[in-house]
């Protein structure tokens, strides 16, 4: 890897040699005259989270406040022009498809001496040096303009790359070499995302958000061991460097591609023959079909990043071979980008003439549940409620049902999960009683046992509660307390630091029938493959702001839209402090109940982008998350009236964290 770096001899002969020039062009006599300084007249750099983020919004906050944007390119490579900012410099890429959590990059000072552009990176490394600037290890801080030139200095910024380098010693040594190392600087160094030098690197740590709020940061060969990046992050502990070189499913990816190209006997390399996933296995389409979109005809694979690695035998999965937790990255027909959380394990030890075979084997789960973190804020509309407007964390247990592709049991009337952060007895799920979903719903009131009869549930809610606080804008009158008709979905008492479940941790899942019988004669162990949070994460999201229209004319009583609807434009600003770095959107959702019913309405995909960070997508009733309309006969969004009410949810998805944004009205 070249560095950009400059000894202090370098540009004295660099100087030098200028001067020579400038006089030999005047003829070497008479009076001289001062060459007028250059500076740079743009930045750029590499947007990469290990394979590079193509079509990245790139957003550049200066120190007065103003924004400008770029796009990246096919090679993450991104370019703005410099002239009327002022520097020092916040950078900000969002990825468009919405599967990866911003990353942030900054730049203390623009030189003086040079023409050439500033090099600013914006990779998961600058990121965390970036949140290393801040006292809670949120980058967003860095949003506000006093803030920005207050805390991005070059001392300051020296410090934090220092201090992550420090962190980072063995897997630089390991990637880059112990010389490399003692100069590296992933702002300011170019790179190619190729998975060799500062790339692999990338790809030997991941990134996420804290447990408390800020960023953490560990090496995929130690998930458990995260290091809380601040101002006073210490440099006591060390990333350990993975065992295994960053391109080491580079034969696996290529065999993957071809099985999915059409090349049949490639897929018996690629795909272990007792591959088994959320209920999907050679029996009924197996990676194929539960991996539908990266499989798709027209789909290419563009990378892999591994979330977590395990040495033989410690894996959570149940597999006895080395074992790792990845995400591989993938461009549909249509262009959009996604990726395929999966399993693979160690087949073959490597030599020293070979490297290790590798194969996908799924998460050893018989049904299809998905356990997962989520964050979510919460805006009541009505004054009855309004004081208990908050942030909540927790579990979103995802099991669905009622589809004609489910591997899911067709006769299950309910199920018990049990694990870390959940009530001794564990949670409760049960059909819904709404249409327009098609995951069961946690039970409203606490349950104990099976029911034994077919019920259903009014919860309308798979997300599990176990923190909560007020929204910083309503602390002074917050009151909010877990009562018996919603003890199915909040924690007795909230979580904390000291007790909230590690990361990885693994739940015990099983499935009853109508009478109350167990279905699977043992529990399916389901892995929560993101970081475990606490409500006060919040502070570290850049949350979208619901349109004006959607609250005064659907969010309420006397509002224009506030009879049945069959659907409805939903528009939102992805603007924080003026500039576009909101996360986009992959879902929203609309429910809305009447006394005598409740239909609930999905839309999912990549929203289209309105002019200065506005968006509008349409929801429709009855529609369920998977696209199917749920409503047998043509239905509509009961009207907002007393005893009633409706929410607008605007979801997200980032390192395998969900975030929701909801505004609900109830009359």
Not at 326 to 335: C, L
Request: proline fraction near 5%; glycine fraction near 8%; include cysteine.
């Amino acid at each position: 890897m070249k560095s950009v770096i400059r000894t202090s001899n370098q540009w004295r002969l660099t100087v030098l040699a200028s001067a020579a020039l400038m006089l030999t062009a005047c003829g070497g006599g008479g009076d001289s005259s001062t060459a007028a300084s250059s500076t740079p007249s743009s930045i750029g750099g590499t947007v990469a989270v290990g394979n590079a983020l193509v079509g990245a919004n790139v957003t550049l906050i200066d120190a007065t406040g103003k924004s400008t944007t770029a796009t990246s390119d096919s090679n993450g490579n991104y370019s703005i022009a410099l002239a009327g900012l002022t520097a020092p410099f916040l950078l900000v890429a969002t990825d468009p498809s919405g599967n990866n959590a911003p990353l942030y990059s900054v730049t203390a000072s623009v030189p003086t001496n040079s023409s050439a552009p500033v090099v600013a990176n914006v990779t998961p490394l600058t990121t965390a040096v970036t949140a290393e600037l801040t006292s809670d290890g949120n980058p967003l801080d860095l949003t506000s303009s006093a803030t920005l030139t207050k805390l991005v200095t070059p001392a300051a910024v020296n410090t934090a790359v220092s201090t992550l380098n420090t962190i980072l010693t063995p897997i630089l040594s390991a990637d880059i070499g112990s010389t490399a190392a003692s100069s590296f600087n992933p702002i300011n160094q170019s790179f190619t995302p190729n998975q060799t030098g500062a790339d692999a690197v990338i790809d030997s740590v991941i990134l996420t958000p804290a447990p408390s709020g800020g960023l953490q940061l560990a090496s995929i060969a130690a998930p458990g061991t995260a290091i809380a990046l601040n101002s006073s992050t210490s440099t006591s502990t060390q990333l350990a460097a993975p065992a295994q070189p960053a391109n080491y499913l580079a034969t696996l990816l290529s065999q993957l591609g071809q099985c999915i190209g059409g090349m049949s006997s490639a897929c018996s390399s690629a795909i272990d023959a007792s591959y088994l996933e959320n209920g999907y296995n050679s029996s009924n389409g197996g990676f194929q079909t539960f991996h539908s979109g990266i499989s798709a005809s027209g789909s290419t694979i563009t990378g892999v990043k591994t979330v977590a690695s395990w040495a033989a035998g410690l894996s959570p999965f149940g597999i006895s071979n080395p074992t790792a937790l990845v995400r591989i990255f993938y461009t549909n027909a249509a262009g959009q980008q996604s990726f395929a959380l999966t399993v693979v394990q160690q087949t073959q030890a490597a030599t020293t003439t070979t490297p290790a075979v590798w194969d996908i084997i799924g998460n050893r789960q018989a049904y299809d549940v998905t356990i997962n973190s989520f964050v979510t804020q919460r805006q009541f509309l009505d004054s009855a409620d309004d004081t208990g407007s908050r942030d909540e964390s927790g579990l979103n247990i995802s099991i669905p049902v009622n589809s004609a592709s489910s591997v899911n049991p067709s006769n299950v009337g309910s199920v018990k999960v049990t694990g870390p952060g959940l009530p001794t007895g564990g949670v409760w799920l049960e059909p819904r009683s709404a249409t327009g979903n098609n995951t069961l719903a946690l039970t409203s009131r606490a349950v104990t046992t099976a029911p034994t009869t077919a019920t259903t549930s009014s919860s309308n809610t798979s997300l599990y509660r176990w923190s909560w606080q007020a929204l910083s804008s309503d602390a002074s009158t917050f009151a909010f307390t877990v009562t018996t008709g919603d003890a199915g979905y909040y924690a007795p008492t909230a979580l904390t630091a000291q007790t909230l479940p590690a990361a990885l941790a693994s739940y015990s899942v099983t499935f009853y029938d109508t009478t109350g019988a167990a279905i699977n004669s043992s529990p399916v162990t389901v892995v929560n493959s993101s970081t475990p949070l606490l409500a006060n994460a919040s502070s570290g999201v850049a949350w979208q702001t619901l349109g004006s229209d959607v609250i005064s004319n659907f969010l309420n009583p006397s509002g224009s839209l506030a009879a049945a609807q069959t659907s409805v434009a939903v528009d939102w600003s992805g603007l924080v402090n003026g500039a576009n770095i909101a996360p986009p959107l992959t879902g929203i959702q609309i429910q809305a109940a009447s006394t005598q019913a409740e239909v609930d309405g999905w839309w999912e995909g990549s929203p289209t982008a309105g002019q200065n960070g506005q968006f509008t997508e349409t929801v429709t009733a009855g529609v369920a998350q998977n696209g199917a309309q749920t409503c047998t006969t043509a239905c509509q969004f009961p009207a907002l009236g007393t005893g009633g009410s409706r929410l607008v949810q605007l979801a997200w998805s980032a390192e395998g964290v969900n975030y929701y944004n909801i505004w609900k009205y109830n009359d």
